[in-house]
């Protein structure tokens, strides 16, 4: 029988946020979608225009953060820097009796900071990631950066195919929201889950392929074949990056 459990311990939302008339104005709505494409249909923003750190419209995503639990403790995305530095990480785990030194292992999906940047709340535990993601990290946040989070870490695995973590849990390579983007498929108690990141941000990119406006023709047609490759595990549950968890 599979011991493994498998939970949200943080449940993913977004603000958006504008700058006007020399004030920012803070958006919110429940609904995914909104958060993500639709307000910046909503106000006029085009890719075809202007790239997305020039478009006037910022955000504040938490990601989902999961932890898993079997013959090791694993911690997937672990979440954006306020996560960390007030201590919502801690408490999330804390509530459900786990330390951080309880953790054996922190996955990342992918090294975006709404994902990736409270690992600094975790030195010194081993970090499994995909292959080109540190690369990509780079271009974002600067070597330097770079360079200072993987010297306060443990040992760093980075995945170029399907690896199994633990008995019933798989990590494996889902390129297409970033060039190193993995997933995980955890065998529990209650099903088969898939743990997207944001590879599916949302339910409708599963269920319609429904994908940010944002994306390339290239990174669609990654995304696709990644999409079909996770969808062959066939899971009986999806934790998308950024909506709430459903059954397939």
Not at 119 to 125: A, E
Not at 193 to 212: N, Q, W
Not at 230 to 239: C, F, H, L, R
Request: net charge negative; glycine share 6%; hydrophobic share 40%.
């Amino acid at each position: 029988m599979v011991a493994n459990s498998c939970e949200v311990i943080i449940q993913p939302v977004c603000l958006r946020f504008r700058w006007h008339q020399d004030e920012l104005v803070y958006l919110f709505s429940s609904a995914p979608e909104q958060q993500l494409d639709r307000m910046e249909l909503m106000l006029g923003i085009d890719p075809a225009d202007q790239p997305i750190f020039r478009s006037n419209v910022g955000f504040l995503p938490v990601a989902s953060t999961v932890l898993i639990r079997g013959e090791k403790t694993l911690l997937v995305d672990p979440g954006n820097h306020h996560i960390g530095a007030y201590s919502i990480l801690w408490h999330a785990l804390q509530s459900r009796g786990v330390e951080f030194n309880d953790i054996d292992l922190i996955v990342t999906t992918h090294t975006h900071s709404d994902h990736a940047a409270a690992i600094t709340q975790l030195p010194g535990k081993p970090w499994l990631l995909g292959a080109d993601e540190l690369d990509e990290m780079a271009l974002i946040e600067g070597s330097p950066i770079v360079e200072a989070k993987k010297s306060m870490m443990g040992p760093i695995t980075e995945i170029v195919d399907e690896l199994e973590l633990m008995p019933g849990i798989v990590a494996f390579p889902t390129p297409g929201h970033s060039a190193g983007h993995i997933s995980l498929v955890a065998d529990t108690e209650a099903g088969r889950v898939l743990i997207a990141g944001d590879l599916t941000m949302t339910k409708a990119e599963y269920t319609h392929r429904d994908y940010s406006h944002w994306y390339n023709q290239q990174q669609l047609d990654l995304l696709h074949s990644s999409l079909d490759r996770a969808q062959s595990y066939k899971p009986d549950v999806v934790i998308p990056g950024h909506d709430r968890q459903f059954s397939t």
